[in-house]
């Protein structure tokens, strides 16, 4: 036998060797043993379509985003003007649009706001200022940026949210401009995934005004399940000072109750209470303006404080989010500051003292174990990191697969290949007895091999793929049919087997070669253009051609040539 | 040896050139009066949509399901019965949202007449975005009276949570989706049955369409590719044969898949694509013979050449297309409803592919060559 024919030779066996190294995993799946796994741990994954789970695709409503914090500014701006003692009789938000229209008292007024309130607010821009009118917009520099981060951003923070789940193999990306899918395997509760997603945690900081008493004229008159209690605290001027709460186990009706009195120009937000295993709410009041919003949190971590041995979780600003909070902790020492976290104060430290370098401590509870606080922190450091949605996400497009109907589906696409398979396989050995033979030899060995390939990769199966597979099968064996009709021609011409099989093989690669190109151009796009079950198909595909070509004309070549290696032999099973 | 097509077969393909060109022209025209006039039926990959696959404990009629199914507001609900024991069903309908804009214009009413137009600052429902609508109230709301007030009017409310800052007060109205109000429909008419939600899919109106254009425009960008690899490849001549060759496979058999109502979805495309793919491969085995029969037969007409070339690649072409045609089959007999429309068009495909690669794209570089030939005549006599 000729040198070269060894080495061919041994390439495939070794092809073969790496083949079944990496196909090990994927077909005894848990039962790999330990020290195997170790080694190599790469099998093929299941599509959602086949292993049951949840593909969505979530839009994120950017314009709402801006529109949003267009509408609080307008409510913030309230306070605001009335702070500096600009007087106006009119805010308006211009639909459509993420303009502001203020109508001052005097066109004085209005310039004095131009120049004095609208410069401090580099995101704004003055459109137009007519006598006492003056209306404003985003600049477009800021609104470019907040198109631009809030995809990424809603990205990570949907990533902290998915991770809470536990999902293994989890998968977000990026889609287009203002998408992104979530594709949840093996998740069989789509209705919390959904609620969990879509939330739209907002945080924010409020300052308490514990010396506002707007309760006290209520407590000996409340609704039945509401009470009333006292908080005594030291005043700035060292004073003790008392101020009256409500606490109720029911929400609602708190809710109501509040609704019903004067609360003399601020905000009355509920917080949580912790009681012998019953959570109650509580009462603060607080200023209505928002100095300051967890869109400027970089980072939460919990830390233990060492000489308490308390754990706590520490928060670090931007530089923008550093200098407000430093000035509101400045202004306001010796008050509460809550932390709101969806419309529910999560706590309100007292600030001890200015607090600069952009980083922030948020004690905890100290009614509870070490453990319980300790989990406290933890969560409260991933809402915090994860913060809020910069803008609302919205469901574009949900699939969801059952586990039955998963299995039903795996269950076709081997029995699809199976039969489809042997048919193939069985027509080819009919028709081209020991040539078919051999071409069912590679096509057999195609199928390891790309099995193979697509462990390596870690490529996903789904069910159009299982199709894709079994038909790249079908096509592969065309290679097969054009070398032996080919090698027919030549020994009909009279040619002895082994000078047939040289004829045979070598004028039909370019043949096969251009053919297969053809099919895998559109895999290629197909590949770029479709989702999640299409782009399995299309990889399933590719890999199939790319083996197909091994299998079909290099594998079968060096049987064919060791059997009919030399001119001697003159009959050819073909 | 066993041979299909015995050595020596000489059909004149050539020759019946104008009877089979013309058949496949009517054949074109006759699949887009088909395209143009009833249209796909689009899956939901492309006309937005929600598909629900249910499977219930015992049998149900399709005229049941059909009826409950209509009840429940979805008049145009598509319903398809899988295996034969009537216990499992896919229904497609064409809405994304539980509720209708008109719906929601009612729910609007409601709620303005029950707290006031005063109280109501914004009422936001969009059938894009799904089961929910968003109310902006000016004051702090009782979230479980208006929970009951809405259930209590034949709303399917789930939950209403608040939303946004704490000076604004904007509560999410979350309703029941689709699937569940199908599932709640069957389950109260027909009592006792256990229904389950196998499979929910959901795709809005936006993304059907994004997904349609971008699918219209996938296809595309592969037919040219191949042709320029063609042209680049082979002969330039060739290249206008497979271009039109393969448009014909592509519109004959989404024609065929419009006559049928087979649904049109991802892996029906994905399927048309592929069989771009295989049906040039037949028309570049028979012009690669042509090729080489060219320099073979130094002294025949080109028309000779292609009629022998065809004949040459015939038992290939036919062994070939039968072998992808059992797959097609078997995957068209045990793939499942999910790939029905993909095998149909592989085993439909192959058929019209391994016949236009003969009578499309043969003649059509023939006429391209006479073309040019009569160019160089001209040129010559100048």
Not at chain 1, 233 to 245: A, C, I, L, N, W
Not at chain 2, 267 to 272: D, N, P, R, S
Request: aromatic fraction near 10%; hydrophobic fraction near 45%; charged fraction near 25%.
């Amino acid at each position: 036998m000729e040198k070269s024919w060894w080495y061919k030779f041994w390439f495939i066996v070794i092809v073969l060797f790496f083949s079944l190294a990496y196909l090990i995993p994927t077909f005894m799946g848990e039962k790999t043993p330990d020290w195997y796994k170790k080694l190599n741990d790469r099998r093929i994954r299941l599509g959602l379509d086949l292993q049951g789970g949840m593909h969505l695709v979530l839009g994120v409503d950017i314009e709402k985003a801006i529109s949003d914090k267009a509408d609080s500014f307008a409510t913030d701006l309230e306070s605001i003007l009335k702070e500096k003692g600009l007087e106006f009789s009119k805010i308006e938000r211009i639909e459509d649009t993420y303009q502001i229209k203020v109508t001052f008292k005097t066109p004085e007024y209005a310039v004095s706001f131009e120049e004095k309130v609208l410069k401090e607010y580099p995101q704004y821009t003055l459109v137009s200022r007519n006598g006492s009118e003056v209306t404003f917009d985003f600049n477009e520099q800021y609104v470019d940026n907040l198109k631009r981060t809030a995809i990424d951003q809603a990205m990570k923070t949907l990533t902290n949210r998915v991770d809470q789940f536990g999902v293994a193999e989890r998968s977000i990306a990026k889609k287009g401009d203002n998408a992104i899918l979530v594709q949840l395997p093996g998740l069989t509760d789509p209705e919390r995934a959904k609620g969990l997603l879509g939330q739209t945690a907002q945080l924010e900081f409020k300052m308490v005004e514990d010396t506002v008493d707007i309760f006290s004229p209520y407590k000996d008159n409340l609704p039945e399940g509401i009470t009333a209690d006292r908080y005594v605290f030291e005043g700035k001027d060292g004073q003790p000072v008392t101020e009256y709460y409500l606490v109720s186990k029911d929400k609602d009706k708190l809710l109501n109750f509040i609704k019903g009195i004067d609360t003399k120009g601020y905000q009355v937000v509920l917080g949580k209470e912790q009681r012998e295993l019953e959570t109650y709410y509580k009462t603060f009041v607080v200023q209505k303006k928002t100095p300051l919003t967890g869109e400027f949190i970089t980072g939460a971590d919990v830390f233990i404080d060492h000489e308490e041995n308390r754990p706590y979780v520490g928060l670090s600003f931007d530089v923008q989010g550093a200098k407000i909070f430093e000035k509101l902790t400045a202004d306001n020492i010796g008050r509460r500051m809550a932390i709101v976290l969806d419309n529910i104060v999560d706590s309100a430290p007292v600030i001890k003292e200015k607090i600069a370098g952009g980083h922030a401590r948020i004690t905890l509870g100290s009614m509870k174990s070490y453990e319980e606080l300790l989990n406290e922190a933890n969560d409260l450091a991933i809402v915090l990191r994860s913060g809020a949605l910069p803008a609302p996400v919205e469901i574009l497009e949900e699939r969801t697969v059952g586990p039955t109907l998963g299995k039903d589906s795996i269950d076709r696409g081997i029995r699809s290949i199976v039969i489809g398979t042997l048919l193939v396989l069985l027509f080819m050995m009919v028709y081209y007895k020991l040539s078919g033979l051999i071409a069912d030899f590679a096509l057999a060995l195609n199928l390891f091999l790309i099995l193979a390939v697509m462990a390596f990769f870690e490529a996903t199966l789904t069910l159009p793929g299982m199709a894709g597979l079994v038909l790249t099968l079908a096509m592969a064996v065309d290679a097969n049919v054009l070398i032996n009709e080919r090698i027919r021609e030549e020994i009909r011409a009279g040619k002895t087997p082994k000078a047939a099989i040289e004829v045979g093989y070598g004028r039909v690669f370019w043949t096969i070669f251009d053919a297969n190109l053809t099919t895998l151009i559109s895999a290629i796009i197909l590949f770029q253009f479709g989702t999640g079950p299409i782009r399995g198909f299309a990889v399933t595909v590719t890999i199939g051609l790319v083996a197909s070509m091994f299998t079909a004309i290099v594998v079968t070549r060096l049987i064919m040539d060791r059997i009919y290696h030399s001119h001697k032999i003159e009959k050819i099973s073909i | 040896m066993l041979e299909l097509i015995k050595p020596g077969t000489n059909f004149d393909f050539v020759g019946k050139n104008k009877f089979f060109v013309s058949l496949s022209a009517i054949l074109v025209v006759i699949s887009l009066v088909f395209l143009f006039s009833m249209g796909l039926n689009f899956g939901i990959d492309f006309s937005g949509g929600t598909e629900v696959h249910l499977k219930f404990d015992r049998a149900v009629p399709v005229d049941q399901i059909r009826g409950i199914v209509e009840k429940s507001g979805y008049t145009k609900a598509n319903i398809l019965s899988i295996g034969d024991e009537q216990k499992e069903y896919v229904i497609r309908v064409a809405e994304f949202a539980s509720i209708k804009d008109s719906d929601a214009q009612r729910i609007k009413e409601l709620v303005i007449g029950k707290y006031g137009s005063e109280k109501i600052k914004k009422f936001k429902f969009s059938g894009e975005a799904g089961d929910k609508f968003e109310i902006k109230f000016s004051e702090e709301t009782d979230v479980s009276s208006l929970k009951q007030f809405l259930i209590s009017n034949g709303v399917d409310c789930i939950d209403i949570k608040r939303e946004g800052k704490t000076t604004e007060f904007q509560y999410l109205v979350i309703l029941a989706g689709i699937s569940k109000k199908i599932q709640e429909a069957i389950e109260k008419e027909i009592s006792g049955i256990k229904v389950e939600i196998i499979g929910v899919d959901a795709v809005g109106p936006q993304v059907g369409k994004d997904l349609r254009t971008s699918g219209l425009l996938a296809a595309i960008c592969s037919l040219i590719a191949i042709t320029i690899y063609v042209a680049f490849r082979f002969d330039f001549r060739f290249a206008p044969g497979a271009f039109i060759s393969l448009l014909h496979d592509g519109i004959i058999t989404l024609g065929v898949i419009a006559l049928l109502r087979f649904e049109f979805d991802m892996t029906g495309l994905a399927a048309i694509m592929t069989l771009l793919g295989y049906s040039i491969n037949d028309t570049i085995v028979v012009y690669d013979r042509v090729r080489e029969n060219l320099v073979k037969h130094k002294t025949k007409t080109l028309p000779e050449i292609i009629n022998i070339s065809v004949n040459d690649m015939l038992g290939r072409s036919i062994i070939t297309s039968l072998t992808v045609l059992i797959v097609a089959g078997v995957l068209l007999f045990y793939g499942g409803h999910t790939l029905r429309t993909f095998s149909f068009v592989m085993f439909f495909g192959v058929i019209i592919g391994t016949y236009s690669s003969i009578y499309i794209a043969a003649p059509i570089s023939l006429y391209v060559e006479g073309i040019i030939n009569s160019y160089r005549m001209k040129a010559l006599k100048k």
